[in-house]
């Protein structure tokens, strides 16, 4: 079982940045990687970044390439998001989720921070 909590999120305007954090605790033993996820009012939840910790390579989604940035810290099992230039359509719920190397998915996911961005 792991918990997974974000915060950091909050309203900015366009334009603005913000700094996201989440943090995994319980049986994180076999933490493979760690990714943000975000889901926008009436849309699907899709992919933002995720970094695995071996090699500890990063990927990003083409929409926010060159404004977020994604680290972490694996002996906390932590990760960031840096968000810059934000755009109103980066207004969504942001997810941290937690793939492991038993079942090589991101089985584990935490509640959500609200990130707007106003115009």
């Known amino acids: 079982q792991v918990q997974l909590v974000e915060s950091g999120g909050g309203l900015v305007q366009a334009g603005g940045s913000l700094r996201l954090s989440c943090a995994a605790s319980?049986?994180?033993?076999?933490?493979?990687?760690m990714g943000w996820f975000r889901q926008a009012p009436g849309k699907e939840r899709e992919f933002v970044a995720v970094i695995s910790w071996r090699p500890g390579n990063t990927r990003y989604a083409d929409s926010v390439k060159g404004r977020f940035t994604i680290s972490g810290d694996n002996s906390k099992n932590a990760i960031y998001l840096q968000m810059n230039s934000l755009k109103p359509e980066d207004t969504a719920v942001y997810y941290c989720?937690?793939?492991?190397?038993?079942?090589?998915?991101?089985?584990?996911w935490g509640q959500g921070t609200q990130v707007t961005v106003s115009s």
């Open positions: 319980g049986r994180t033993f076999s933490n493979y990687a």
């Open positions: 989720a937690l793939k492991t190397s038993i079942t090589g998915s991101f089985g584990s």
